[in-house]
């Protein structure tokens, strides 16, 4: 990677959905740079795919629930069928007991248990634990 793939990342961060005319303009180079970019982050697994990011309020009756995953071997082949695993939001690396903790989101229990399921029939999660989430508190 040279300056401009942070950069563009950056920038599909933002807003995946920017035309890559606006992308272009924006970085100072041509479409076609963009346009090759976006295909060779891709190519090279840089990029895994464009997803819908919602506000926590948007979807006031989706259950919310994180799961702490703990990993026997290397995680890199977890982590990659995790991430593909349509019912976590979030994937996060930790350290401490569990070595990784993913932010579910589904429409209702029954989802719930068949995502984690699904999750803990992944090759090399060795154990799970779950907690749903119930309220939020502010100050």
Known sequence: MDDLDPRLIAALRQDARTP??????????ARGTITNRMAK??????????????????T????????SIAVKGHQHAV???LLGE???AELHDTN???DLVAELR????????TVLERIRGIPGISSTETSVHLQTFRS
Do not use: H, K, M, N
């Open 20 to 29: 890559v005319a606006t992308l272009a303009a924006r970085l100072g180079v």
């Open 60 to 67: 006031p009756d989706e259950i919310c629930a994180w799961t």
């Open 106 to 113: 589904v429409g209702e229990l029954a989802e719930l248990s």
């Open 41 to 58: 982050l891709e190519r090279d697994g840089a990029i895994v795919g464009y997803t819908l990011r919602l506000r926590p309020d948007a």
């Open 96 to 98: 401490g007991r569990w």
């Open 79 to 81: 982590v990659r069928a």
């Open 86 to 88: 349509p019912g976590i």
